[in-house]
């Protein structure tokens, strides 16, 4: 490939549309996960918010990823679009100021399990989610075709190593489990020809089963 050929190699941004769909999947789940919490189990609603933490933290590395290198770029380069992008930006600032206060609220319910607690954080938490579904689906339709026009795939994939960089080594096959969850074969089979070759030998020899034990804590039931 000459040179002219690799400054025009634009993203596959088809990675984003699984992340966003992980996301949006188990942050819908999470009001009725709490709500079904039985009063004074306080095991099953420590286990609750350990996965409201850690998605928490997920959405909040992917989203400082985007605030760091995805919209700098698209302000300078298509500068048509400022308003839209500026959007984005407030969006992501609602959707910190929601997982702040169910954190808050979380921390609470974990200590006591009680329908004072319970209710509170379930209200916040489906504000959170359909926060979180207006803003993924307007990315998805506006901002990732204006990606693929002027981002390169070299800064694209940056943006996603950012995100894979910030798992803790002992989560990456967990986090791969949910974001895989659902996916068809094929983008299924896509996604993980795109990773090296280990982490794919570590996720069909390792991956698959332990992700389905985290699951299984979670929700009760094998996954999809």
Same mark, same amino acid.
């Given at each position: ?50 996965? +409201? ?32 992008? +500026? ?10 100021? +929601? ?126």
């Amino acid at each position: 490939m000459n040179a002219t050929a690799q400054t025009i190699e634009r993203p596959d941004t088809t990675d984003m549309v699984l992340v966003h769909r992980a996301f949006r999947r188990h942050f819908d789940a999470l009001p009725d996960l709490v709500r079904g919490v039985a009063d004074g189990d306080t095991a099953r609603a420590r286990r609750i918010v350990e996965f +409201l933490t850690e998605l928490d933290t997920g959405l909040h590395h992917h989203h400082s990823a985007e605030d760091e290198l995805m919209w700098p770029l698209l302000l300078e380069r298509a500068k048509t679009d400022g308003a839209l992008i +500026l959007r984005m930006e407030e969006q992501h600032e609602r959707i910190a100021e +929601l997982i702040s206060r169910a954190d808050r609220q979380a921390t609470e319910f974990a200590t006591s399990a009680n329908p004072r607690t319970r209710e509170p954080l379930a209200l916040t938490l489906s504000a959170l989610a359909a926060a979180l579904d207006e803003h993924m689906t307007e990315e998805e339709a506006t901002i990732l075709p204006l990606v693929a026009q002027v981002m390169t795939a070299p800064e694209w994939e940056a943006l996603g190593e950012r995100g894979r960089a910030a798992i803790p080594k002992n989560r990456q096959l967990i986090f791969l489990g949910f974001v895989l969850q659902g996916v068809p074969p094929t983008a299924r089979r896509k996604f993980l020809a795109d990773m090296p070759f280990p982490a794919r030998l570590a996720w069909h020899l390792l991956g698959r089963r332990t992700f389905a034990k985290e699951y299984h804590s979670i929700y009760g039931t094998a996954p999809e």
